[in-house]
């Protein structure tokens, strides 16, 4: 079964500093894999998605990922942190076959200090 | 202009009550989920639809029941409420059912039981 792991629950970062948020992803295939945004008391946000193109993803907002199949991982960065980047973010995975159901991570809460 | 969209954002209720959401989308997907948020931000795939047809039933209570009109909404009954229903319901939408198809996500229900 595939699975996503989201290796910290909280990280905080002073604005203007970069941004790292660590998932390691479990599949026994090539994965469908996406990472999605949670303000507070909102809906969830596409950043962006990887499926099986180009290893290096850009999204939304300055954000990008890099698919690493030798590492099974798929962290999702940013250059500069804004105080509108605090949110929770979810790494998740589609499960293979044709439902596209959706494997979610626990969530990494970001903290932006000013 | 909304693209998926919810009723009511906010939802408090007796235990023992029946009560309903709605979902709406008009991206024109043949598909639409619902998912549950616990209070540790956790969500889980809960029903799936592709053109009214139930494709995902995950191992939830019976005293929930999706309807599916037709493509454009999804609605989500809920019998006999109970405390550990209390959760936050997010709607979504796809194009197909594809593992890359992105999912659109609705701004959620938040439902108290008291």
Same mark, same amino acid.
């Given at each position: #079964? /595939?699975? !996503?792991?989201?290796?910290?629950?909280?990280?905080?970062?002073?604005?203007?500093?970069?941004?790292? %948020?660590?998932?390691?992803?479990?599949?026994?295939?090539?994965?469908?894999?996406?990472?999605? !945004? /949670?303000?507070?008391?909102? =809906?969830? /946000?596409?950043?962006?998605?990887?499926?099986?193109?180009?290893?290096?993803?850009?999204?939304?907002? =300055?954000?990008?990922?890099?698919?690493?199949?030798?590492? $099974?991982?798929?962290? %999702?960065?940013?250059?500069? #942190?804004?105080?509108?980047?605090?949110?929770?973010?979810?790494?998740?995975?589609?499960?293979? =076959?044709?439902?596209?159901?959706?494997?979610?991570?626990?969530?990494?809460?970001?903290? !932006?200090?000013? | 202009?909304?693209?998926? &969209?919810?009723?009511?954002?906010?939802?408090?209720?007796?235990?023992?009550? +029946?009560?309903?959401? @709605?979902?709406?989308?008009?991206?024109?997907?043949?598909?639409?989920?619902?998912?549950?948020?616990?209070?540790?931000?956790? %969500?889980?795939?809960?029903? &799936?639809?592709?053109? @009214?047809? %139930? *494709? *995902?039933?995950?191992? !939830?209570?019976?005293?929930?029941?999706?309807?599916?009109? +037709?493509?454009?909404?999804?609605?989500?009954?809920?019998?006999?409420?109970?405390?550990?229903?209390?959760?936050?319901?997010?709607?979504?939408? &796809?194009?197909? $059912? =594809? #593992?890359?198809? $992105?999912?659109?996500?609705?701004?959620?229900?938040?439902?108290?039981?008291?």
């Amino acid at each position: #079964a /595939q699975s !996503v792991t989201q290796l910290d629950s909280h990280v905080s970062v002073s604005e203007g500093t970069p941004v790292l %948020l660590r998932c390691n992803y479990s599949s026994s295939y090539s994965p469908s894999l996406f990472w999605y !945004v /949670q303000h507070p008391n909102k =809906g969830l /946000q596409l950043l962006l998605k990887y499926t099986s193109a180009a290893t290096l993803v850009k999204g939304i907002n =300055g954000f990008e990922a890099e698919f690493k199949k030798s590492e $099974t991982s798929f962290h %999702l960065t940013k250059p500069s #942190a804004h105080m509108s980047d605090a949110a929770e973010y979810f790494c998740v995975v589609s499960e293979r =076959g044709a439902t596209n159901k959706l494997i979610f991570g626990t969530g990494t809460l970001l903290a !932006v200090q000013p | 202009d909304t693209a998926v &969209s919810q009723t009511p954002k906010y939802l408090v209720t007796q235990m023992g009550n +029946d009560k309903s959401i @709605k979902c709406e989308q008009n991206l024109g997907h043949d598909t639409m989920y619902w998912y549950k948020q616990d209070s540790k931000k956790f %969500l889980k795939i809960m029903f &799936s639809y592709n053109n @009214k047809e %139930l *494709i *995902i039933n995950e191992t !939830v209570p019976n005293r929930f029941s999706p309807k599916s009109p +037709d493509k454009a909404h999804l609605n989500l009954h809920i019998n006999s409420l109970e405390l550990g229903d209390s959760a936050v319901y997010f709607c979504a939408s &796809s194009q197909g $059912t =594809g #593992a890359g198809d $992105t999912q659109y996500f609705g701004p959620g229900t938040r439902l108290t039981v008291l």
